[in-house]
């Protein structure tokens, strides 16, 4: 199944949970990770955790959730170190092919807007969640407020959107036929936030 030339389920087969980890970990950690597929991944590996889909069962549902959600914290943590020791100096950094300054005044503006709650919020959005760690850093938030919701964040993100496939990979028949506008439902509702911030950006104009 090709998805912007990403066939995501050849993908997991190939990179493995250890290979989904660093994945989830790039995305949400590491700036130049920002363009990974996060939440269809997601989606895609609940989906072959579940014993009756096409491929069969090539995950374990109840390993993958708490190791992706692992390394879901664990990107957070070192995105805002990164953003606590060197954030502000990215406002002075030039564009380049994995570093778009606008990404990072995005990040910044929904985090000034929702406070500390923007890490939970975030991590269902494609990349503010890259970025929404990096810009907590930079606003020296407290660490303790930071751990809190960055823990909760990553616990809903990276457990609804496996449980959604694998939910409906062990229920619905032939679900091969709707994975695609299923991830674009998806891709849609997160992105949907920006969206509605944007028109309301331009009305204000």
Known sequence: MDFFGIDLITLIQTVGLAGLMLIVFAETGLFVGFFLPGDSLLFVAGL?????FSTGAVLNIWTLIPAITLSAILGNVVGYGFGRKVGEALFEREDSLLFKKHHLRKAHY???????????????????????????????????????????????????????GY???????????????????????????????????????
């Open 167 to 205: 939910t409906l990979g062990s229920t619905v028949t032939n679900i091969d036929r709707y994975i695609l506008p299923i991830i674009i439902a998806i891709i849609f509702l997160s992105i949907l936030p920006g969206i509605i911030t944007y028109i309301r950006e331009r009305r204000k104009k």
């Open 48 to 52: 072959l955790a579940a014993p009756t």
């Open 110 to 164: 929904f985090y000034e807007k929702y406070g500390p709650k923007v890490i939970v919020i975030a991590r269902f959005m494609p990349i503010v969640r890259t970025f929404a760690p990096i810009v907590a850093g930079m606003a020296q938030m407290n660490f303790t407020t930071f751990m809190k919701w960055n823990i909760l964040g990553a616990i809903l993100w990276c457990t609804s959107l496996p449980l959604l």
